[in-house]
Each structure stands twice: as C-alpha cells, then as structure tokens.
C-alpha cells in the first residue's frame, strides 16, 4: 500500500549523485532520475512523477540550480531542497530568492538528507492546504455568489493523488488507518495515501461524525456495521478499538 516518495537528484558530481542515491534507496525512496545539468532536470520533471527535487547549486551547465528553482516554483507545485558545498552569505542570499523548502550543507549524512526530505515535504503540505483554504475564503469575500459551493467544500476534504486534488465528502469516508508516516483513507470505492499525523488529520474531519477508535484507526460513526468487545466492522473490516471507544459507542446505542 505504501508508495515510496519520488526524489529527482540533480547533481553535477557524479560520485555525490551516485551516494546520495544509494542512501535514499536504502530509506526507501524512489529516485526517478539522477541528472547533472539544468536541461535534463528540466526534461525529467516534464517526463516523471516528482515529489521532491533535490538541487545542487552549481550544475554541468550555464544554468544554475538557482535557475532551476526557479523554474521548479514558476511550473511545478512540488518542494526542492537545495545541497550545495556553498554556505557563504552571497549563494544563500541569492538561493533565498527562490524560496528553497531546504538548504543542506555538504557533507552530510543519511540522517541528515532523511530529516531534511521530511520536513520538507511536511511543511509544504502544511503550506498547501493552508494556501488552499485561503484561497476559499479569500473569494467567499469577493463574491457572496460563491457562499453557496464553498460551503459544498467545507462538506469535503481534498486528497493529492499525482498531480491532482481529489475532493472526497466526508461522509464517504469510511475510516482512516495510521500506517507509519503516511495514512490510507478508505472511502466508500476507493484507497487514498496522505502524509500525516493521524492527531493532526482528525482535526480536519468533522468531530460529530469521525472519533479516534483506536491508536492507528479514525472511523466514521455513520459506516459502522457491527461491534464487539474488542472490533467494529466497517466495509467488512474487522477493526480493533480502544476500551474508551467501546464505552462511548455502548453508551450511545438507541440513546
């Protein structure tokens, strides 16, 4: 069910880009391209699937990663993280005009690139959803004719899958399962995978209609089917809940 993030290395030091790959894989992420120059980064991003890029300041090429950047930011909407040997006051300046989501220092170690990726990624899905809902309330504002299919959004969530924003309603969330960094979220015909704490991710669902069962399991209370002392079922899933959870669905039964 996991699918592993998708990194493009762009690296003019083929050595570098070759260890830089074999940590990521090692983590488990999936390097769609490992290019040295601003021209075959340009073309892998137009022929892949990328999540994340990581760019190396000075390139193989008359155009920097600087550039690329900025053509990442003008085309794309995925975070770069830049990992350059440059730390001195002038390249940062310059790189911050870009808006990197990161600045790695070489050398560095497998930890280091991991924890960078990370906070990467989690802080540009904060920023996205954060420019999404700005964005409603910013033309609810400018034309009252609107109220009424924002507030149609407001009965939805939007999932990313590939490049696009699913709108799923609430209520055809089934349930929602913590799978390490990432969560599955079961709707009534189909499986989505989003990066997020499943603390964080109850916060954005209704709290009359979707509880916390159990450590790993968010579930709508409209899709129960059974219950027992330790499971309910949803969709046919036998799904382990915690002792306050039973308490508070037997306390409400035919209430």
Do not use: C, W
């Amino acid at each position: 069910m996991n699918q592993p993030i998708k990194v493009l290395i762009i690296e003019d030091n083929v050595i570098i880009a070759d260890d830089m790959q074999s940590m990521l894989e090692d983590i488990g992420y999936e390097i769609v391209a490992n290019v040295v120059d601003y021209e075959s980064a340009v073309e892998a991003l137009e022929k892949n699937e990328v999540d994340l890029a990581l760019v190396d300041i000075v390139l193989a090429s008359k155009k920097t990663g600087i550039d690329l950047g900025k053509h990442i930011r003008e085309n794309y909407s995925i975070p770069f993280i830049f990992v350059t040997s440059n730390s001195d006051k002038a390249t940062v300046e310059n790189a911050k005009t870009v808006k990197p989501n990161g600045y790695l220092v070489k050398p560095f170690e497998q930890q280091d690139l991991f924890t960078s990726i990370e906070i990467a990624l989690s802080n540009f899905n904060e920023e996205t959803a954060y420019l999404s809902n700005k964005q409603i309330e910013k033309e609810e504002d400018e034309d009252d004719s609107k109220l009424v299919s924002n507030s149609v959004l407001r009965n939805s969530i939007f999932i990313k899958k590939s490049q696009h924003y699913y709108r799923i309603p609430f209520d055809e969330i089934q349930y929602v399962k913590a799978d390490n960094v990432y969560l599955e979220v079961h709707t009534v015909d189909k499986t989505f995978l989003v990066r997020s704490a499943l603390k964080d991710y109850l916060e954005k669902l209704p709290p009359k209609q979707f509880y916390r069962a159990h450590k790993s399991y968010i579930v709508n209370l409209d899709h129960i089917e059974a219950i027992n002392t330790r499971d309910i079922v949803i969709k046919g899933e036998n799904i382990p809940i915690s002792k306050e959870f039973r308490e508070f669905i037997l306390s409400n039964m035919n209430s």
